[in-house]
């Protein structure tokens, strides 16, 4: 079984620039979804992906954006990047999604962003 | 209001003792479930455990329990003998009902545990 796998692993970017994160989900799962977990914070939710379409989405603006393939693989786009979205990006995949309150969450390694 | 609590920032155990990590809970919703992960030094969220809101009977994997108490809102996790391994944040979770139907995710900001020999 082929677990959660997210790319880059570190990746640093200047302020204004445009970022896109990408994620594979584990084999199985259906829905994807995102956390941003500032540096001594626990991860807060972006948005979940369910067959390609956004389906929840957490208190982020709209410069944060989101695709999932037909593989069930996914991206996170951060546009207009600034120095507060310096953060540890999580990936996770379940195989029943957000209409589910009992499915566990299975993570990736995550991708540490730096914004200068 | 915090969603999810934990009071402890950081827990210190001696290997092969029993420790106990606090988490109390915020919801008015009557169905929800409450997860607990560790995250070690590599970044990677593991998950632990889960307890569902209409469980009766606390939940068990292995060395890891959940001191589920409904009343008092209140999801601890108990770690039985613990390992050098178990050094790691922990982080309490729950997923409740949204708009639209969807249960999000909050997490708690987390405790660091550490496992000395």
């Known amino acids: 079984e082929t677990g959660v796998t997210q790319s880059p692993t570190h990746l640093i970017k200047t302020r204004g620039q445009q970022v896109t994160l990408r994620c594979s989900s584990q084999?199985?799962?259906?829905?994807v979804s995102w956390y941003q977990q500032a540096l001594g914070q626990g991860p807060q939710f972006i948005f979940q992906?369910?067959?390609?379409?956004?389906?929840g989405r957490g208190n982020f603006p709209p410069r944060f954006s989101g695709l999932q393939f037909p593989n069930y693989s996914s991206e996170l786009n951060v546009n207009a990047l600034e120095l507060d979205d310096s953060a540890l990006y999580l990936c996770?995949?379940?195989?029943?999604?957000?209409?589910?309150?009992?499915?566990?969450?299975?993570f990736g390694n995550g991708t540490r962003l730096t914004v200068t | 209001a915090q969603k999810i609590t934990q009071t402890q920032p950081g827990m210190f155990v001696q290997e092969k003792e029993a420790v106990t990590l606090d988490c109390t809970y915020d919801?008015?919703?009557?169905?929800?479930?409450l997860f607990w992960y560790k995250q070690p030094s590599s970044g990677e969220m593991i998950f632990l455990i889960y307890?569902?809101?209409?469980?009766?009977q606390n939940a068990t994997e292995g060395r890891y329990s959940l001191n589920f108490q409904k009343a008092r809102k209140s999801a601890n996790l108990v770690i039985s003998a613990s390992q050098l391994g178990d050094s790691a944040m922990y982080f309490c979770?729950?997923?409740?009902?949204?708009?639209?139907?969807?249960?999000?995710?909050?997490f708690g900001r987390g405790t660091s545990l550490i496992v000395h020999p």
């Open positions: 979770a729950m997923r409740e009902a949204a708009s639209g139907g969807s249960y999000i995710p909050t």
């Open positions: 919801t008015s919703d009557p169905s929800y479930g």
């Open positions: 307890q569902g809101s209409y469980d009766q």
């Open positions: 992906y369910y067959r390609e379409e956004e389906n």
């Open positions: 084999s199985g799962h259906n829905t």
């Open positions: 996770a995949s379940s195989s029943r999604g957000l209409s589910s309150y009992n499915s566990p969450l299975h």
